[in-house]
């Protein structure tokens, strides 16, 4: 038997382990496969679901579809070459991925980041983080039928992307953070744009609140629905609002503040009992604390350099190419071969939309790491997906895919 | 992270509890870290589990080609309450790569455990359902490993299922 025809073979004997046999005359148990190319499953994500009749007894997530080598590409390339890789893992929180890469080798490097590019790191992070709860709750809505949400949503998301290409010349994967700082520092007007938008943002959430919180079909389709308790969710790893949602305040901008998070004023929101309201609830009350913290980075924006002054790490300035032998040397060097990186390994943990985004990096002394590894906490977060569905309605198996909120590039990687 | 004292201590009552099992301690770069015998990962964790440290925040692997034993196995443990981390490494050689699976403290080092069993070829003792994660099922090797080629891979289609590349494998 041929190697392709054996694969399809056993691809199509995927046995369903937890099956209960002996139904009886009458009952069975269906296996169904959803996806992997279907709208609700926010990406390329495939679940085999055992059903009885309308309620789902298991579901197994099969993951892989949009695996790309990510990690192994970020060995062969050197370490600020590896920014733009590891920004296309999640596509819908790329500053965090790039900031939990460059806080990883800082840490491996020593390197102290100057207070104006921390307090312009923590503005674009949670422009993002606006950005990605826009995404899910547009996706979300549109799931459970509201498809005009999806358009108000992505209204705003417009907003926050031609910010993004004032400050960095691209609407995503924008590569604006650098081992050491910011590529450059924000244009003029940028911080008037920021400020309409952050006006404007929590009457925004309000009208999102006004046409989704009165819905009747929305609320019993969320309410008390795929409730998952708090110990469980900590047993799968969970992070993130998934886990907030179930009433444990942890998020890493309180509890281990990074990049000046200790600076600004802001409110962790909780659910309380842990259904697919609490968890829509928690990311509806985030876009308004985020907006908070956007201000006042803007208001309290220190002045001073937007990376560090070390140019064995950071490029010399456009201008100084021009007079000076040394700042030519340095930058020949760094577009070459890149900086080395003292030898170490490294874990560092930040809070990204779905959670704890962490990025192992160790190197070897080169000018290549020797492995990037990021916990993507959609990866871990699926896997809560099947204890929160068992025993529910297949219809409250997308609802609840919507609230878990996996984005299936920071999945398979 | 326990600072280099805090980790002395945490090691020396590791070592009381739990003889030979701890080969080295580490603080560097903010980071503790305990490299322990692949044998005792399940007590040592399970020990730490009853120390605070009741949360796995990350498993993950790394190739340490060419130095031996070349596969590394690191739990990045999290004390939520002391919001205190430590990071646990097992090594196991690629000759004989097994270790015990963690499943049965944390249910979430479930997909973790295959992806590290997919991409270094670590067999984890007592895992469900140890099969790939990401890539096919059918895939020869384990790519992350340090001397994994990277490129010139023949690509699986449909098309060239009749013909070339996989007819006759």
Partial sequence: ?413 | MPDASGLDALVEQLDEVHAGSVLAASHANGRAEIQIAPASNVAVLQWLYGQGYSFLASLHGLDYYPHEPRLGVIYELLDMKQVDRVSVKARVTTDEPRIASVVGIWPGADFPERELYDMFGVQFDGHPDLRRILMPEDYEGHPQRRDFPVGGEPVLFTHNERDGYGADR
């Fill in chain 1, 1 to 413: 038997m041929s190697a392709v025809s054996d694969y399809r073979r056993r691809e199509e004997s995927v046995t369903m382990s937890s099956e209960s046999a002996g139904m009886g005359e009458t009952h069975e148990l269906l296996t169904l496969n959803i996806g992997p190319h279907h709208p609700a499953t926010h990406g390329v994500l495939r679940l085999i679901a055992t059903l009885e009749g309308e309620v789902v007894r298991d579901i197994k997530p099969i993951i892989g579809y949009v695996h790309t080598g990510i990690e192994k590409t970020a060995e062969q390339k050197p370490y600020w070459k590896v920014i733009p890789v590891v920004e296309r893992m999640d596509y819908l929180s790329y500053y965090f991925n790039a900031m939990a890469y460059c806080g990883a080798v800082e840490t491996l490097l020593g390197i102290e980041v100057p207070p104006r590019a921390q307090y312009l790191r923590v503005l674009h992070l949670e422009l993002n983080r606006i950005m990605s709860h826009l995404v899910w709750l547009g996706t979300s809505a549109l799931d459970l039928g509201a498809m005009s949400m999806f358009w108000y949503c992505f209204r705003e998301r417009e907003t926050i992307l031609d910010l993004f290409e004032m400050s960095s010349g691209q609407r995503m994967h924008t590569r604006y953070f650098q081992v050491g700082g910011v590529i450059e520092d924000i244009p003029v007007g940028f911080a008037q744009k920021v400020r309409q938008f952050i006006d404007a943002m929590p009457s925004r959430a309000d009208q999102y609140a006004d046409l989704l919180e009165k819905n009747e079909i929305l609320l019993s389709r969320l309410r008390d629905t795929c409730v998952l308790d708090e110990q469980t969710l900590l047993g799968l790893g969970v992070t993130g609002p998934l886990l907030r949602a179930a009433g444990n305040p942890w998020d890493l901008r309180k509890a281990a503040p990074y990049s000046s998070y200790d600076h600004f004023d802001f409110k962790i929101p909780v659910g309380t009992v842990g259904d697919n309201y609490d968890r829509f609830r928690v990311r509806h009350a985030e876009l308004y604390e985020s907006t908070k913290i956007i201000g006042q980075a803007l208001d309290g924006l220190p002045e001073g350099p937007h990376i560090v002054a070390d140019r064995k790490v950071a490029l010399p300035p456009r201008h100084e190419l021009a007079t000076s032998m040394e700042a030519l040397i340095h930058h020949f060097k760094l577009v070459t071969e890149g900086f080395r990186v003292p030898e170490g390994e490294c874990y560092y943990p930040i809070e990204c939309p779905r959670g704890e985004l962490g990025c192992f990096v160790r190197s070897d002394g080169s000018a290549k790491p020797a492995r990037v590894h990021m916990r993507d906490p959609s990866f871990i977060n699926l896997q809560a997906a099947a204890p929160m569905v068992k025993d529910a309605y297949i219809a409250d198996l997308i609802a609840t895919l919507a609230m878990v909120d996996p984005v299936l590039g920071g999945v398979d990687r």
